[in-house]
């Protein structure tokens, strides 16, 4: 079957590469190609060497036709080539093969049909006003100059055998050519809604975006401005100084958060997510994070701790797997409550590295477990207010199946939350 499926794709052309009315039109060609190569030989075996000489030119004209679409893409002017030549062969031939009396007309009649499903919707009408005109011009010229008719059945049988094997063949076309059109239009549609689903998820990304930018950062700064007003306003004493100074410290963290998150995502819509997998000593890469974080879990009186000694590399993209780590330990502060406890912890298993990042916080509600690594997240807000928008956990899955790795999590409400994140030991590298 894919031996079939890969000759298909050569002869009519790809998806990808072609529109769906040019695989049409390739189809019909290869179909013309394969008819006129029976027809040929049939024609003259029967005595009619006219009709014979017709088809071989209607056999070098599909070839050429073939060619024009198929290779160098010219679909137009193939199809307007292959229309009024094909048509006017069969007028040709109208009067050399015995007129109404013969298989002329059938042959029109699947040519108008192939045309109508192979070619644009636009050039529709002038394909049946071109093909009734001939059609109809024939006849009238047969009814005043019957003369210019030749009979070229000697007898009924021979008559009989031609109609039989014109109409056999038009079965063929019709039937084969609204066998890949429907096909054809099946897996366009397909196509079709696999672009939509596509684009509603840009959509839902850009909503997400306009979101952050509109509130999310803009929020933050509002904070910073009003306390340099009330500054210039109202002299604050030590204690409420360093009490708001402490709020806005808060919050400028968490928004540079955000900005990490947003451009890194950016990036990533623009360029492409770029995956450079290394053997990353785990504990050097993570202490940093984990640093930055302490101050703001002192904050909280959260107690960080941070233990790697069972997992010395996994294979990763050191920069994606601090993002990661970032994202998830800074979740785990804002929904642990003061007094809480935070375990980041590594370790390794018979089948990868496994790093845990667990807490004592509020834990998950069921109905947002569903979509907490999508953009559909609704934004939540931590147990001093903290706001999160949802983009760190989305950004967290992709980048660790970006790195040939999983994560997952566990959750109870009111007892606390762990992600596990697994990803490849530098052995287990995949080509």
Known sequence: MRVVKETLYKLIGSPDGFSLEARIFNAICVLILVVMGYNIPFSFSVGLPETGWICTVLFGVSGYVYYLTRIRK???????????????????????????????????????????????????????????????????????????????????????????????????????????????????????????????????????????????????????????????????????RKKIESELLVGINHTQEMLVNLLSWSTGQMRGTTVSLAPVDVGACLKPIIEIYRPLAAQKEIQLVFRVDGLPNVLADGNLLQLIVRNLVGNAIKFTPTGGLITIEATRTDASGLITVKDTGRGIKEADKPQLFSLKAQPTFGTNNERGVGLGLFLCKEYAEAQQGAIWFESREKVGTTFFLALPLPTQAKN
């Open 74 to 240: 010219k679909f137009v002017a193939a199809l307007t080539i292959a229309g009024v030549t094909i048509t006017i062969l069969f007028a040709v031939n109208y009067f050399f093969n015995s007129g109404m009396s013969g298989a002329s007309l059938l042959s029109f009649t699947i040519t108008l049909f192939l045309l109508l499903i192979a070619g644009p919707s636009r050039h529709a009408l002038f394909w049946v006003l071109f093909n009734l005109t001939i059609v109809l011009s024939l006849l009238t010229i047969e009814y005043l100059y019957p003369q210019f008719i030749v009979e070229i059945y000697p007898t009924r049988l021979a008559q009989t055998v031609d109609l039989a094997s014109t109409y056999s063949v038009n079965v063929f076309f019709l039937y084969f050519g609204t066998l890949f059109f429907t096909k054809a239009y099946k897996l366009e549609q397909k196509r079709v809604e696999e672009r939509s689903v596509v684009f509603e998820r840009l959509n839902e990304e850009k909503n997400k975006l306009f979101s952050i930018v509109s509130h999310d950062l803009r929020s933050p700064l509002a904070s910073v401005q009003q306390y340099l007003e009330v500054l210039k306003q109202i002299e604050l004493d030590s204690d409420e």
